[in-house]
């Protein structure tokens, strides 16, 4: 279905300049959508997105597989169609919001067989500022060794990033997020498949980045991680047909939106742990 102005808008190109200048207010939200919808090839993968995020939130994007949590990444991103109602991400439209943004996509997203170094890798979050074929020059590199430095892989940014564990590789894909300074930091999924350590190191990165005021908004399926790193909680469910979109079941802060209500509304078909109670829908026990 074809949207209107009305129904399917964002920032024009000319106060998309305006807002992203030095002139935007702070208090702005870094994230504004209203009834927002998203999606690929004109079918809704996750609508009715209506929330402002500000700077220094972290969110956690909690969900069912099927709810649509990476169509909205992908959605702040400009890589997933925008099917209605309005975004601005960093006071413009995600695609030119792009440049401001740091990602962390899944494991299973990345191709680990390139014959590219750690430090490579992570120089790579600074292409869209100098370009592929610039040098980086001494500000660039002292740049890729502080990040390097900052998620605890100085030591091994020679190696060959395919040779590095899983969680190795997740923690430079995220200095590779950081080297840039982004506004704003979109981590898909960033724990799955690590062991304990490498999680347990991931998320006291991630404290730390909370504690320094980054924004970031985090998928996962883990509440635990939830509660113990992020400061807001967006829960989706996904529809109740495979046509239907996902949906919001709860936003706000961790300690009034991380309900076992809406946990019961989003995890259908589900048992999951909140505060040491089991919750188990009726839907599944039928």
Same mark, same amino acid.
Not at 6 to 11: L, M, Q
Not at 44 to 72: C, F, M, Q, Y
Not at 164 to 179: E, F, H, K, T
């Given at each position: ?19 992203? *200048? $030095?002139?935007?207010?702070? !208090? ?5 959508? @209203?009834?927002?919808?998203? =999606?690929? %090839? #004109? +079918? ?92 980086? *020059? $001494?500000?660039?590199?002292? !740049? ?5 430095? @900052?998620?605890?892989?100085? =030591?091994? %940014? #020679? +190696? ?127």
């Amino acid at each position: 279905m074809t949207q209107t102005p009305d129904e399917c808008t964002a920032v024009e190109p000319a106060a998309a300049d305006a807002a992203a *200048g $030095s002139t935007a207010d702070p !208090a702005d939200p870094i994230v504004r959508l @209203r009834g927002a919808a998203f =999606g690929y %090839a #004109g +079918r809704g993968r996750v609508a009715g997105l209506t929330l402002d995020i500000h700077a220094g939130e972290v969110i956690a994007l909690i969900g069912p597989n099927g709810s649509g949590k990476s169509t909205l990444l992908r959605g702040l991103l400009g890589l997933a169609e925008h099917l209605g109602g309005q975004v601005q991400v960093l006071g413009t439209t995600p695609t030119r919001a792009r440049q401001g943004i740091g990602t962390l996509p899944q494991a299973d997203t990345r191709d680990a067989g390139l014959p590219v170094s750690l430090r490579q890798v992570v120089a790579m979050g600074l292409y869209r500022e100098l370009g592929p074929l610039r040098p980086l *020059g $001494s500000a660039g590199r002292a !740049a890729v060794s502080a990040a390097l430095q @900052r998620v605890g892989l100085a =030591g091994v %940014a #020679g +190696r060959r990033f395919g040779e590095l564990s899983g969680g190795q590789q997740q923690r430079g894909i995220l200095a590779r997020a950081l080297v840039s300074n982004p506004r704003l930091l979109l981590l898909d999924e960033p724990f799955n498949g690590l062991d304990r350590e490498n999680r347990d190191t991931l998320l006291e990165l991630l404290g730390e980045l909370r504690a320094e005021g980054r924004t970031i908004i985090v998928s996962t399926h883990d509440l635990e991680i939830a509660q113990k790193a992020c400061t807001h909680v967006l829960l989706l469910s996904a529809g109740h047909s495979h046509d239907q979109p996902g949906h919001p079941a709860g936003f706000g802060p961790i300690g009034e939106a991380l309900t076992l209500e809406a946990v019961e509304h989003a995890f259908h078909d589900m048992t999951v742990e909140l505060d040491e109670h089991t919750v188990t829908t009726s839907r599944e026990t039928e």
